[in-house]
């Protein structure tokens, strides 16, 4: 039987979304219209005639306003909807459901790195890691000298892995921006995925290697070292150095072994770059499916990039386990707003072009399936970038939309793994937590298998069901954090995708 050409999302929708191209002139019978120009992939069809200034509906939630009257059949996109305000109701708290959690007998279980505090690792890294950018060149070549010959002897440590960044130096020396940078780096350092590490600095920087390990209660030992450049005599003998400081931590982390442990120890960063107009139908709300069944397990997915759920974080805060914790969401939001004010930026309207031109109109309609990512569970907490995650449940942490900079955030705060979904593509991964990457469509998965993980275009083919998708998805996070390989961690994609963020000024 022949597929229906446009997607119906809620009966109180005027518009529709095109599975495939459709040419002009096309009938689309379950609507009763005629398509009257050529509808790309991923677009939206006006199913019946609309005046100027009604509201257009997608999810039966608003995503802009007609900018003409528009006939039925009609092609719907930025040039036809107009971006403005919208009328939110927060609700703060009014439709809070706690979720059933499962007993602990009948959660999932995998096999991780149980560490000596309690924490359960996904991965077993040694990292060596920059205070500032004049520390990168010797922390990638202690880093390099580990490569698979080196490593041969340390069957349960996954590598050396090196993190560098571009602050530290030319900042201000104290406030948030700083306060932020130790948050960042310390919640690295501390990861349970990181089994030792080594940290690097020139000496007398901005970012104080002294101030770091104060602010962040790191203290020296066997798993964790200084190493300060000009003290060793220069970056030959620091790189020297930092090797067999390195060297003897190895022994140790390869002591380390997988055990099965519960699901309520996964924490998900949930990420989404380079959607579409299928993300939000597809690869977005399965994800979310897949938190849900993680969130009854005991496990905790975070949600982020909040420029990018301005518009729809009314749908947050209504099911926000207490009135403050959605105020505290709207704070941020209000944060974002003022921070941009006259800026040519997303959260004033305007999405990447790579997001235009894969059917998102604007930051609303990107808003709404951004925030799918978490389902339906409750909002439990509301995070600043990179403070520690100890809330389960859906959290949300505080960060750019940009995502190096967004999942560095998340990682620093305790997320074991990422979920990134995408429309258009993408070659990201990360460390050391690794990064799943979740395809929104079918042709794009196909072009780019070698990238993804897992192909959530057989939802908009019509051949998967979300229900059945979010279990698939599901059943794949338990596999990689066990241990499987994701595809951007077979390229060897994540040494490079350590990015703090640069709040602040530069001096």
Not at 387 to 413: C, K, N, R, S, W
């Amino acid at each position: 039987m022949r597929k229906n050409p446009a997607i119906r999302l809620d009966p109180n929708d005027n518009v529709v979304v095109a599975r495939i191209e459709i040419p002009p002139g096309t009938q689309i019978t379950s609507e009763n219209v005629v398509t009257l120009q050529k509808v790309p992939a991923g677009h939206k069809i006006a199913t019946r005639d609309l005046k100027q200034g009604e509201p257009i509906l997608k999810y039966n939630t608003t995503i802009g306003f007609a900018s003409e009257d528009t006939p039925a059949g009609t092609w719907m996109h930025s040039h036809n909807i107009r971006f403005d305000e919208v009328q939110k109701d927060y609700r703060h708290g009014l439709d809070y459901v706690p979720t059933e959690v499962l007993a602990p007998e009948q959660r999932a279980r995998f096999l991780g790195f149980l560490r000596a505090d309690g924490r359960v690792a996904t991965r077993n890294w040694v990292g060596v890691f920059a205070v500032t950018h004049r520390a990168a060149t010797v922390v990638r070549q202690i880093a390099r000298h580990f490569d698979k010959d080196a490593m041969a002897s340390y069957p349960q440590v996954d590598g050396v892995a090196p993190f560098t960044h571009e602050l530290g130096n030319g900042m201000e020396l104290s406030g948030e921006p700083m306060q932020m940078l130790h948050r960042t780096l310390g919640g690295t350092i501390k990861h349970p995925n990181i089994a030792g590490a080594v940290i690097v600095a020139y000496g007398g920087e901005d970012n104080d290697i002294d101030a770091l390990f104060a602010s962040q209660g790191l203290q020296e030992g066997p798993l964790l070292k200084k190493l300060i450049i000009r003290d060793e005599g220069g970056t030959r003998r620091a790189i020297e150095r930092g090797i067999a400081l390195v060297r003897e931590m190895l022994p140790a982390a390869d002591q380390h072994k997988r055990e099965p442990v519960s699901a309520e120890h996964i924490m998900i960063g949930l990420q989404c770059g380079g959607s579409d107009g299928f993300s939000g139908l597809s690869a977005n709300p399965a994800l979310g499916v897949a938190m849900e069944i993680l969130i009854r397990n005991g496990g905790t997915a975070i949600l982020s990039e909040t420029s990018e759920i301005f518009g729809v974080e009314q749908t947050l805060t209504a099911r926000a386990r207490t009135p403050e914790v959605g105020k505290k969401l709207v704070a941020r939001i209000d944060w974002w707003l003022k921070y941009n004010e006259g800026r040519d930026t997303q959260i004033n309207g305007q999405v990447s072009p790579g997001n235009n031109a894969g059917g998102l109109a604007n930051v609303l309609e990107k808003s709404l399936g951004g925030a799918k990512k978490g389902g339906n569970a409750p909002l439990m907490e509301v995070y600043e970038y990179a403070e520690p995650v100890t809330q389960h449940g859906l959290v949300f942490m505080d960060t750019p939309g940009y995502d190096p900079v967004a999942a560095t955030g998340q990682i620093a705060g305790g997320a074991n793994m990422v979920c990134f979904t995408t429309g258009r593509g993408s070659c990201y991964g990360s460390l050391p937590a690794p990064t799943m990457k979740l395809a929104s469509n079918t042709p794009m998965y196909v072009r780019m298998e070698a990238d993804m993980d897992i192909n959530c275009g057989v939802v908009i083919d019509g051949d998967v069901s979300l229900a059945e998708m979010g279990q698939r998805i599901f059943d794949q996070i338990l596999r990689h954090a066990s241990g499987e390989p994701t595809k951007s961690e077979a390229l060897g994609v994540g040494g490079n995708e350590f990015v703090p963020w640069p709040l602040g000024v530069t001096v």
